[in-house]
């Protein structure tokens, strides 16, 4: 353990949760002076200290969490933790005060908790920072009513079975996600990765497990899988942020067993049907989901265990990736020229005529993007 003051050891600079409060945590970006390198800086809030030595449920769900992301390593799609401690500072969002930092030993930083409790620190996780923009609550989130963005097929297809992967990792290691929504999903068009394991459980290896394992896959299915190609919601319909305690994340999904495509029947029949049967429970383990995701994903011209392609789907499937990938530049690119055209607006002593101008351009720049392709 090192105790330092925290602005030896980090740089503390802007929230990155804002548009996705979590219940447990704030979380900000900031400088890892010893890795020299940007972290996210995920630490408990404020009103979840208490003053007579008691540890709070949110207070053990930072050691929970610690625990499970190293447990889980081994999966790629998982966010890597670099380090973690307890932070004196008692304002929302960190500034001075004295750091205990543990590194990766997360036994120490487990058994050290009663201690900082009772002196009213607070844990932090330090965790490699992802970008907003692939995280799928931001940029598929309305900006107008009758706007939704669905993510392109080939892409959903190959998010599912990454997704899987992982909860085929967490499974076998006994572990339960849970907490399965978009905020907590970050996508760049090839690789996944997820964060948050504060609501994620460690199972005691009992045979009730099995419906625990079949229950987080609906709960994928459900949370996940139907509005990443959908747009929407299964429960408010809309998208937007549910931050949620231990209770409400294991109720959250649970009754909806039936979805409905209505809004999207552009959505091939054979997608629609692998998320369907994830919410009527029908698969029992990762394996099952991943059996059927390879059924789907020959139809859509993967080579699968499920069977070779034709050459012709090959070839298609083949130019459906290399045209989504220069959409995604081609998308990139209108964003920076957005940036640009607003930052120049903004700058004093212009000429109502400059004004006007960028202020047509930019009305336009965002209509392109409000009928974007790729969310
Ligand atoms: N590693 C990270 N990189 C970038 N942003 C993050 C990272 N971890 C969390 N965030 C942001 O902070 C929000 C809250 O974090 P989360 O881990 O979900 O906290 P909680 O446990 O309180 O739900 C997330 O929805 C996300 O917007
Ligand atoms: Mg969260």
New binding site residues.
């Given amino acids: 353990m090192t105790t330092a003051p925290l602005t030896d050891l980090y740089r503390l600079e802007d929230t990155?949760?804002t548009?996705?409060?979590?219940?447990?945590?704030r979380?900000v970006a900031a400088g890892d002076r010893r890795a020299n390198k940007t972290v996210?800086f995920?630490v408990m809030?404020s009103e979840h200290v208490t003053h007579d030595g008691d540890m709070k449920w949110e207070f053990k769900?930072f050691y929970n969490?610690a625990a499970l992301l190293q447990r889980l390593a081994a999966s790629p799609s998982l966010?890597r933790m670099h380090d973690c401690g307890y932070i004196e500072s008692s304002t929302e969002l960190p500034v001075n005060g004295q750091i205990a930092s543990f590194g990766t030993d997360v036994d120490e930083f487990t058994d050290a908790a009663a201690r900082f409790a009772a002196q009213g620190w607070r844990p932090y996780l330090a965790?490699?920072?992802?970008?907003?923009h692939n995280?799928l609550?931001?940029v598929m989130k309305p900006n107008q009513p009758g706007t939704r963005w669905r993510l392109p097929t080939e892409e959903g297809i190959a998010l599912a079975m990454q997704f899987a992967q992982f909860l085929q990792v967490a499974h076998q290691n006994g572990v339960v996600y849970l907490?399965h929504k978009l905020?907590?999903v970050?996508w760049d068009g090839a690789r996944l990765h997820v964060?948050?394991l504060?609501?994620s459980r460690a199972l005691n290896g009992a045979a009730a497990d099995a419906q625990q394992f079949k229950a987080d896959i609906h709960n994928f299915c459900v949370g996940i899988l139907y509005p990443v190609f959908t747009g929407i919601s299964a429960i408010t319909g809309g998208l937007r942020?549910t931050?949620s305690s231990m209770a409400e994340v294991e109720a959250r999904y649970k009754d909806i067993l039936v979805l409905d495509f209505g809004v999207e029947p552009s959505l091939s029949p054979a997608v629609q049907q692998m998320i369907q049967r994830g919410a009527a429970m029908e698969y029992d383990t990762a394996d099952d989901l991943i059996a059927e995701l390879n059924k789907t994903a020959s139809l859509h011209g993967w080579d699968t265990p499920h069977g070779e392609n034709t050459p012709a789907c090959r070839a298609a499937r083949d130019q459906v990736r290399q045209g989504l990938k220069k959409l995604r530049q081609g998308q990139e690119s209108i964003r920076e020229a957005r940036d640009i055209l607003r930052d120049a607006l903004i700058i004093d002593d212009i000429t109502p005529d400059i004004e006007d101008e960028l202020r047509r351009v930019l009305l336009a720049v965002n209509a392109m993007l409000n009928a974007r392709v790729i969310p």
């Fill in positions: 990155i949760d548009y996705a409060l979590g219940h447990y945590a979380v996210a995920k809030r769900a969490e966010v965790l490699d920072i992802l970008p907003r995280n609550l931001y907490d905020e907590h970050y964060i948050d504060n609501s942020a931050p």
